[in-house]
């Protein structure tokens, strides 16, 4: 898919939920602090579905319908809540992202070495993601 493609799809996206919220008069409430609230317990309700699993069992959730289904639908919530939270601030996610992977790039170059080669103490391991 191009990144124009993608870009309208996103947008799509977003207007789809802004249409979903003015229908219902919720753009008073869609202020950015508690739409970032909102996003904070959608993404507690996905971590809550792999707290007690160990790797393995986190590696494998989707193979259990019922759970692959609640994982899909939290990765919704969080994405939609988002969407809706970049629309209201004005911030491209995908800009937003491009230009995160572009500084982490520079900051943790390969030649600095792996994470596994880092000390713990002393020295802070780089992230494992954003």
Known sequence: MRDEDRRQDLAALQRRLAEFAAARDWGPYH???????ALSVEVSELVE??????????????TDPDTAHRVRDEVAD????????????G??????????????ERRFPVSSGRAEDAPVIGKRRPPSGP
């Open 49 to 62: 579905i792999f707290q007690w699993l160990t790797p393995e069992q986190s590696a494998r959730v989707m």
């Open 91 to 104: 911030v491209d996610p995908l800009d937003a992202l491009a230009a995160k992977i572009d500084r982490n």
């Open 78 to 89: 969080v994405l939609a809540y988002l969407l809706q939270f970049c629309e209201v601030l």
């Open 31 to 37: 202020t950015p602090k508690n739409l970032v609230s």
